[in-house]
């Protein structure tokens, strides 16, 4: 029998644990991009790990000529009409829509809806800052996303000073204004808020609600579909996300939207907007000209029924 040659069983070796090393190191994540409008590039990305995902992101750079934002109107007997986020888009003729603000009644078949939270539509306050009953979830005059007559985003905050709660601290005229449960990604940090208790105090938020939510067992822990806007730095580009809980996905904890966001999008400041069966992405298809659902709704093929939307206007290439 012929020895082998240690130098060559050696080399094999080094070679093997360098594979391992590169497979190990590869990003688990299939991403596909793309530039369907200007100022905006999509993203698609699946992956496999802690669970199967599939999210769509869109980044948009809003100083990109032709880029506008608006949110849905007030109207109704409360404070707007529910309409899918995708018919939304198709009235105002925007390419690039996602669902915003948690609402109330629901679940309900009424046609009208309370917004929570801040809101504005075109320079209209609607919707006041306010403690929401769903305090397990939704923190007290959770921080808002405005997008101001010349579309500069700004995250804003309640001025403690007026008691009518639609005013700002913020030196910005309120134009298109969009409000979450809370602010998840603060000035490059992750910020999940925390449950009010003995080690735990000043928690932003309380305890109970259906499934008993605490700091052992949170409401942003909860594995689902989920919409967050988020906004760079420098406060030039607008990140919209969403992750599906249907069609092969499972959906994510805040947390880890959170960390993926400012780690791998840029992402400074973020909300957490509604999500659930409320989470939708819908856009203009530039190849067709047809109006479609880019995320899987895990309410309905068509998406859910929803009190406001936010959508994006842009220009084909």
Same mark, same amino acid.
């Given at each position: 029998?012929?020895?082998?040659?240690?130098?060559?069983?050696?080399?094999?070796?080094?070679?093997?644990?360098?594979?391992?090393?590169?497979?190990? #190191?590869a990003?688990?994540?299939?991403?596909?991009?793309?530039?369907?409008?200007?100022?905006?590039?999509?993203?698609?990305?699946?992956?496999?790990? =802690?669970? =199967?995902?599939?999210?769509?992101?869109?980044q948009?750079d809003t100083r #990109?000529?032709?880029?506008?934002f608006?949110?849905?109107?007030?109207?109704?007997?409360?404070?707007?009409?529910?309409?899918?986020?995708?018919?939304?888009?198709?009235?105002?003729?925007?390419?690039?829509?996602?669902?915003?603000?948690?609402?109330? =009644?629901?679940p309900?078949?009424?046609?009208?809806?309370?917004?929570?939270?801040?809101? #504005?539509?075109?320079?209209?306050?609607?919707?006041?800052?306010e403690?929401?009953?769903?305090?397990?979830?939704?923190?007290a005059?959770?921080?808002?996303?405005?997008?101001?007559?010349?579309?500069?985003?700004r995250?804003?905050?309640?001025?403690?000073?007026?008691?009518?709660?639609?005013?700002?601290?913020?030196?910005?005229?309120?134009?298109?204004?969009?409000?979450?449960?809370?602010q998840?990604?603060?000035?490059g940090?992750?910020?999940?808020?925390?449950?009010?208790?003995?080690?735990?105090?000043?928690? #932003?938020l309380?305890?109970?609600?259906?499934?008993?939510?605490?700091?052992?067992r949170?409401?942003?822990?909860?594995?689902?579909?989920?919409?967050?806007?988020?906004?760079?730095?420098?406060?030039?580009?607008?990140?919209?996300?969403?992750?599906?809980?249907?069609?092969?996905?499972?959906?994510?904890?805040?947390?880890e939207?959170?960390?993926?966001?400012?780690?791998?999008?840029?992402?400074?400041?973020?909300?957490?907007?509604?999500?659930?069966?409320?989470?939708?992405?819908?856009?203009?298809?530039?190849?067709?000209?047809?109006?479609?659902?880019l995320?899987?709704?895990?309410?309905?093929?068509?998406?859910?029924?929803?009190?406001?939307?936010?959508?994006?206007?842009a220009?084909?290439?």
């Amino acid at each position: 029998m012929r020895a082998q040659n240690p130098g060559v069983r050696g080399g094999w070796i080094v070679g093997a644990l360098v594979a391992v090393l590169l497979a190990a #190191a590869a990003p688990r994540a299939d991403t596909r991009r793309s530039s369907p409008y200007v100022g905006i590039t999509l993203i698609e990305r699946s992956e496999h790990a =802690p669970r =199967p995902l599939r999210m769509h992101i869109a980044q948009i750079d809003t100083r #990109a000529p032709g880029v506008r934002f608006t949110v849905s109107p007030p109207g109704g007997t409360r404070e707007a009409v529910r309409q899918t986020t995708l018919a939304f888009m198709t009235a105002v003729g925007a390419q690039l829509a996602i669902n915003a603000h948690f609402f109330l =009644p629901f679940p309900s078949p009424d046609a009208d809806a309370w917004i929570i939270g801040l809101g #504005a539509s075109e320079g209209r306050v609607f919707s006041a800052f306010e403690t929401p009953e769903q305090s397990y979830a939704l923190v007290a005059d959770a921080p808002a996303l405005n997008f101001d007559a010349r579309q500069r985003p700004r995250i804003v905050h309640r001025d403690r000073a007026k008691r009518d709660g639609l005013h700002v601290g913020e030196r910005v005229t309120l134009w298109n204004t969009v409000a979450g449960s809370s602010q998840i990604v603060t000035d490059g940090r992750v910020t999940i808020p925390r449950y009010r208790d003995a080690r735990h105090p000043r928690g #932003a938020l309380s305890t109970g609600g259906p499934s008993d939510y605490s700091n052992v067992r949170s409401w942003n822990d909860v594995v689902t579909a989920r919409t967050v806007i988020g906004l760079s730095r420098n406060r030039r580009v607008v990140t919209l996300f969403t992750v599906d809980a249907r069609g092969g996905s499972e959906g994510m904890r805040l947390d880890e939207v959170a960390v993926m966001l400012r780690r791998d999008y840029g992402v400074w400041n973020a909300l957490n907007l509604d999500g659930g069966g409320s989470t939708t992405m819908a856009w203009q298809n530039p190849d067709t000209g047809q109006a479609e659902l880019l995320n899987v709704s895990s309410d309905n093929p068509a998406g859910r029924s929803v009190a406001t939307s936010l959508a994006v206007f842009a220009r084909r290439p």
